[in-house]
């Protein structure tokens, strides 16, 4: 079991950038493959970025690729996506996710760019 609890994001204008926290409890985060996730009002939840837990290999989504980097702290027990470069596009809520056998989620956390 692990609990997930996302923060950092907010607003920002184009080509601007964030760095989004995901902070587990409960078990490190080293026996999980991570994942970001991002859902926009209206359209379905879409895959971001994946840290796989054996390899560290990264797989970004094709519209995320050269902006985005999704990195693991093992000594903060935290995962982070750096955003760069953010387009109106990359309004969604983000959501920080979790997998061994099971998924875990956390809550979501808003990111709005401005034009």
């Known amino acids: 079991q692990v609990q997930l609890v996302e923060s950092g994001g907010g607003l920002v ?10 902070a587990a409890s409960g078990r490190t985060l080293t026996t999980y493959a991570m994942s970001w996730f991002r859902q926009a009002p209206g359209k379905d939840r879409e895959f971001v970025a ?25 000594v903060k027990n935290t995962v982070y996506l750096q955003m760069n ?5 990359d309004t969604a809520v983000y959501y920080c996710n979790a997998w061994d056998s099971q998924t875990y ?4 956390i808003q990111v709005t760019v401005s034009s």
């Open 105 to 108: 989620w956390g809550q979501g």
């Open 85 to 89: 470069s953010l387009k109106p596009e």
């Open 13 to 22: 204008q184009a080509g601007g950038s964030l760095r989004l926290s995901c």
């Open 50 to 74: 994946t840290l796989t837990r054996i390899g560290g290999m990264t797989y970004y989504a094709d519209a995320v690729k050269g902006r985005f980097t999704i990195s693991r702290d093992n």
